[in-house]
């Protein structure tokens, strides 16, 4: 299972865009990267899935370099509810196991 | 409606009792799984189940047993209940088996052992 890599915290304030960085180095070729979203006291919640350039959706875009060893979540324009744990995800498109989440971004969006 | 539900939220109890959790999913997905998240907030598979059979028994001590009457639901019993158990269980679900399958997790239930 590739091992990932991201910031163990991040600052914003409301209405900037926040891009948090995952590092995937091993990624393997079947390998696609989720991205999860975790608030205080609730279970994690899907954000966005991409395996190669760029995944919008009415949340965040998710950009994924050509050599796919790392992806940037993208969230435009942040507000204090977006204060949460991210986590990056990255996991064989066929059937496995080992699902195992890294210790997340903390974001905390200021007013 | 709640997609998927766990019972209890909070559960304490002493060392070496028995305790189950319990969860339920009304989304009609075939696969559930059972997660542990230890206080650094790692959040690492325990068990999946696919249409009641297991297809996913990671290294989890054998006190820990699930069951799961039907695809909509996957309960967690663990015995002997030991100090390193205290943590928060999550519950999920997804459509199918393939990792690519987007996963809805309960609440989760804050297990603290005495």
């Known amino acids: 299972l590739a091992k990932t890599t991201q910031p163990i915290s991040m600052d914003s304030y409301e209405g900037q865009e926040v891009n948090i960085t995952c590092s995937h180095n091993?990624?393997?070729?079947?390998?696609?990267i989720t991205w999860y979203q975790q608030f205080p006291s609730q279970g994690p919640r899907f954000i966005i899935q991409g395996y190669k350039t760029k995944v919008t959706n009415e949340v965040a875009s998710l950009f994924i370099p050509a050599d796919r060893k790392s992806s940037t979540l993208s969230l435009p324009r942040v507000s204090l509810s977006d204060t949460a744990v991210y986590y990056c995800l990255v996991g064989e498109r066929e059937y496995g196991n080992k699902l195992v989440f890294g210790a997340g971004t903390i974001l905390r969006v200021k007013s | 409606d709640t997609a998927v539900s766990q019972t209890p939220k909070y559960l304490v109890t002493q060392m070496g009792n028995d305790k189950s959790i319990k969860c339920e999913q009304n989304?009609?997905?075939?696969?559930m799984y059972w997660y542990k998240q230890d206080s650094k907030k790692f959040l690492k598979i325990m068990f999946s189940?696919?249409?009641?059979?297991?297809?996913i028994n990671e290294t989890v001590p054998n006190r820990f047993s699930p069951k799961s009457p039907d695809k909509a639901h996957l309960n967690l019993h663990i015995n002997s209940l030991e100090l390193g158990d205290s943590a928060v269980y999550f519950c999920a679900s997804s459509p199918g088996v393939t990792n690519y399958n987007e996963q809805f997790f309960g609440p989760g239930t804050r297990l603290t052992v005495l």
């Open positions: 989304l009609g997905h075939d696969t």
């Open positions: 189940y696919n249409n009641k059979e297991l297809i």
């Open positions: 091993n990624i393997a070729t079947n390998d696609y």
